[in-house]
């Protein structure tokens, strides 16, 4: 329907609107998107750069259908100084154009022709300088070793800081690139490299092939003095009749260490090719280390980039990065289909790209590595979005677009996590191949063009024979914020069992929200039977309802989210919760997280109090699954920094955590065994975290201070000695060194960052410096943080530390303030959405809900995005005081 407004609007302008057009004012700057009458159909973007300077230079050459008479059009570009702009009718003529930054802190811009076109082909050909950016956006600079690099970050809006253009992504359209560049660099883009020519004194010409249809936010290229390596081909199959050859890309030197990453790659192309039955359609493919990112990785086609320490591994990498470099690498891969292929017809569709890479991303890890549980990683992912997703702040799957800040913010757990698990649940719904099916459709009829959560959700329900009632019950998740909370109560009646069910949308204990909503959600209840357990599934679409048990047991037990595929809360009543606790045990792993997230649920709704939630949650901790092991970890520590008031309430706590988790510790030791499953390498750093920072006993701190104090140790060559810790443990190691050895370890991790680039170390060494637990300290570690020495996508690893105590949280909001100019000119417009939680993050006050609030209301119309950011951080705020003072802290020691 979109593309159908556009078009008829379109052609009415072109008939009524012939006469010449004014240039508009400043204030008639489009604001969103750009309008419909002026389309761009190809690019050649020509780019001199060399990393040493400060700026570039480049030519844009547009070829664009006018579809309306007009002395102007609108496009984008940002901190572009123009030198030249030329018109080219479609019978040759040229005309000299004008080029007016309209709205330059949104990069909104115009070039008027000079006299009144009448719709027709032009091409505009544009030359520029333009800065090498800072702050990790568009064209951007960064350095490894101190050697220079330029590399670009496009997505979501930043391709107008690189060339002037249409940057929104409903225009898809083929790029021709050209690199100028210093004789002795190398450069990579999205296709391959055509030819190589010679460009005066020390420059050369790189060409590459032209791209197919792409938006403006993944045209991609890199130049610097990389290592390229080839990594193996990977083979034609029934989807693709060519070889496709795959290489890493890496700051010198670091290119040995990219053949873990290029040895799984292969494997996870083979898989979406095959569920996809659709042939990856890039023509090569480049994984690059990127010295310095403002995201995790960025899934240009062709050249997809990543944060160093992803793709940079050796043998005794830490375990978690080893999978997280996978399970990051099947993301960005799905995107080739899911974005890149098919790509979102605007930003409020954003959870078409990201919700479907996550969620296929799981699909690939679980075939590829099934050890790695990734349908743990799902639900544990779709519980953490919930927290979120209890705001009355938070944002829909599909979220209006309004602005340049609400594309920033949309990159968030509810657009990746609920997202994901909300196509989990109704996939399970149809079932796997019948959703495989309209994924397939979908993908066919929408290649290398723009797609819609109607086309998605209608390929779905076509391949389903399922009609509008699945679509309204899909849409009920898309459309609309929060969580659904089921309640259920069991009644005996007759000789049957019942259960009654009603639904709300879940609110924490404190919240402004309105309870009163309607989903349609696939629900499934496991109850107890003769022989076990048994499960019933229907579509629960209405405000109440009932479910009968078939030949249930009598008592019975129910779990209200069978498989825990089902994106929603449940609450049952005290002698239900009992019930089940007794039978948790026989429960899938799967479902003992959801069971985990209903205690959670319940102590942050008021239902259950604080000894409620220990004595439900204890039985997890003996479980045999690492996610279920853990789970309960968040809540207890939520008990002991917000609610536990007096000495005996604190230890009465660690007495819990040193019953439920000490043993698992010291059976694991506190050095990876050789051979050991990395499960047991991530649950050895995931207890350790826990047990020495959080919780803080002293038995794990001595094991943790003794590979601390050896790491800070100075070997030979005057570097300090980081091998000598466990390097799962290192961070928190260093870590604790900080906090019992005081300054001279600060010093220490100061001196030691800037000479080290090997990326899981400085990560180790910034964790460790955030642990700082002093206010002269932790200011130091943030000062530390503004200097160059530390890397812009690196600051918040240090500026999120400090704020587990009221203290701690006022050191860092007094730093914060005094800061807060700098901080902006650092990070920039990409990270201003997150500053709110920056520095608020953790309160639990009114007092502190407060002050936020009075600080950044009047600089939110500087800092774009920081309003969602803000909201969110206050509520969350005020929600943790109104869950502390509903709470009864004597029911710790019950």
């Known amino acids: 329907m979109h593309h ?29 998107k750009l309008p419909g009458w002026a389309v761009p159909q190809a690019y050649k973007l020509a780019f001199k750069v060399d990393p040493a300077l400060q700026t570039f230079s480049g030519t844009t050459t547009i070829k664009v259908d006018l579809k309306q008479a007009s002395d102007y059009l609108w496009l984008d570009g940002r901190d572009l100084s123009v030198s030249k702009v030329t018109i080219t009718d479609a019978v040759g003529k040229i005309y000299d154009g004008k080029y007016v930054a309209v709205a330059p802190n949104e990069g909104v811009s115009r070039i008027d022709f000079g006299s009144t076109l009448q719709p027709q082909s032009l091409t505009l050909t544009i030359d520029y300088t333009a800065p090498l950016n800072q702050q990790l956006q568009g064209l951007y600079k960064v350095s490894h070793a101190s050697v220079p690099y330029a590399m670009t970050q496009m997505e979501p809006i930043s391709a107008r800081f690189a060339f002037p253009g249409f940057d929104e992504p409903g225009f898809k359209t083929p790029y021709d690139i050209s690199l100028t560049i210093p004789s002795d660099l190398a450069a990579v883009a999205n296709t391959k490299q055509l030819s190589e020519t010679a460009a005066g004194d020390k420059w050369k010409t790189l060409t590459f092939a032209q791209t197919k249809p792409l938006p403006t936010y993944l045209v991609a290229f890199a130049v610097g003095p990389w290592d390229i390596v080839n990594g193996p081909d990977i083979a034609p199959d029934e989807y693709r009749s060519d070889v496709l050859p795959l290489r890493g890309i890496a700051a010198h030197g670091e290119g040995h260490r990219m053949q873990h990453v290029l040895s799984e790659t292969p494997s996870i192309i083979h898989t979406l090719e095959n569920y996809y039955g659709f042939g990856y359609p890039f023509g090569k493919l480049d994984l690059l280390a990127a010295p310095d990112f403002s995201a995790g990785a960025m899934e240009n086609p062709g050249l997809v980039t990543f944060r160093d320490w992803l793709l940079l ?33 605007w930003w409020d569709d954003l959870w078409l790209n990201e919700a479907f890479a996550t969620w296929m991303q799981q699909k690939v890890t679980m075939k590829v590595h099934p050890e790695y549980r990734a349908d743990l990683d799902r639900i544990t992912a779709a519980q953490e979005a919930m927290q979120n997703d209890s705001l009355v702040s938070a944002r829909k799957i599909r979220q209006p677009i309004t602005g340049n800040g609400d594309i920033e913010t949309a990159f968030d757990a509810i657009t990746y996590r609920k997202g994901a698990a909300v196509l989990g649940m109704f996939e399970g719904y149809v079932g796997e191949d019948v959703y495989q099916k309209g994924m397939r459709a979908y993908i066919q009829a929408h290649k290398f063009g723009n797609a819609t959560a109607d086309d998605l959700v209608g390929a779905v ?23 659904p909370y089921v309640r259920t ?25 309105d309870a009163k909503r309607e989903w349609g ?29 078939t030949d249930a047991s009598n008592p019975t037990w129910v779990m209200p989210n069978a498989y825990a595929r089902g994106y929603y809360r449940f609450s049952l009543t005290k002698p239900e919760w009992t019930a089940l606790t007794q039978h948790v045990a026989s429960l899938s792993d799967t479902e003992q997280l959801a069971y985990a997230d209903g205690i959670d649920a319940g102590f942050r709704h008021g239902e259950l109090n604080a000894g409620d939630a220990l004595a439900a949650l204890k039985p997890l901790a003996g479980a045999g699954t690492r996610e279920v092991v853990v789970a309960p970890l968040d809540t207890v520590a939520w008990i002991y920094r917000n609610e536990a008031q007096t000495d005996a309430q604190r230890a009465k706590i660690v007495d819990w955590v040193k019953n439920a988790y000490l043993p698992r510790m010291e059976q694991l030791g506190y050095q990876r065994k050789q051979g050991e499953a990395d499960g047991d390498s991530i649950l050895r750093t995931t207890l350790a975290h826990a047990l020495a920072l959080d919780f803080k006993l002293p038995q794990v701190r ?31 190691s260093l870590a604790v060194a900080v906090q019992e050895r005081g300054k001279p370890a600060v010093d220490a991790l100061i001196a030691e960052i800037p000479q080290t680039t090997d990326p899981a170390q400085r990560n180790a060494m910034l964790a460790g410096l955030a642990a700082a637990d002093t206010s002269e300290l932790a200011d130091q570690a943030r000062n530390f943080a503004l200097t160059k020495q530390v890397k812009v996508g690196e600051m918040a690893a240090i500026l999120r530390g400090g704020r587990d105590t009221p203290a701690a949280r006022e050191a860092l909001w007094h730093w914060f303030t005094g800061h807060y100019d700098q901080v902006i000119a650092r990070t920039g417009s990409f990270a201003s959405g997150v500053l709110p939680r920056l520095v608020g993050g953790g309160g639990c006050s009114k007092a502190e809900a407060d002050r936020l609030q009075a600080y950044f209301e009047p600089r939110l119309k500087d800092v774009t995005g920081a309003d969602r950011g803000l909201a969110q951080t206050r509520e969350q705020t005020l929600l943790c005081a109104a869950l502390k003072a509903k709470q009864d802290p004597a029911a710790i020691l019950r």
């Open 521 to 549: 959600i696939p629900l499934c209840v496991r109850y107890g039977a003769a022989d076990g357990s048994k499960v019933k599934c229907e579509m629960f679409d209405k405000p109440s309802g009932t479910i009968e048990l």
């Open 461 to 483: 329900a076509t391949a389903a024979n399922q009609g509008e009632t699945f679509k309204h019950a899909f849409n009920s998740f898309l459309d609309q914020s929060g969580v």
């Open 4 to 32: 159908l407004v556009r078009s008829l609007a379109m052609t009415v302008l072109a008939v009524c609107c012939s006469a010449a057009l004014a240039s508009p004012q400043a204030d008639q700057a489009p604001h969103g």
């Open 313 to 345: 591994l050796d043998p005794d990498s830490p375990a978690k990065y080893v999978r997280g470099s996978f399970n990051v690498t099947a993301h960005e891969l799905a995107h080739q289909w899911t974005g890149d292929t098919v790509t979102l017809a």
């Open 702 to 732: 001595a094991a943790l201070l003794k590979q601390g104090d050896a790491a800070l140790t100075k070997k030979a060559d005057g570097h300090l000695d980081l091998a000598a810790a466990d390097p799962d443990l290192l961070g928190d």
């Open 489 to 513: 109560t069991l009644e005996q009646k007759g000789g049957k069992t019942i259960v009654h069910l009603s639904q709300s949308r879940y609110l924490p204990v404190g919240s402004a929200g």
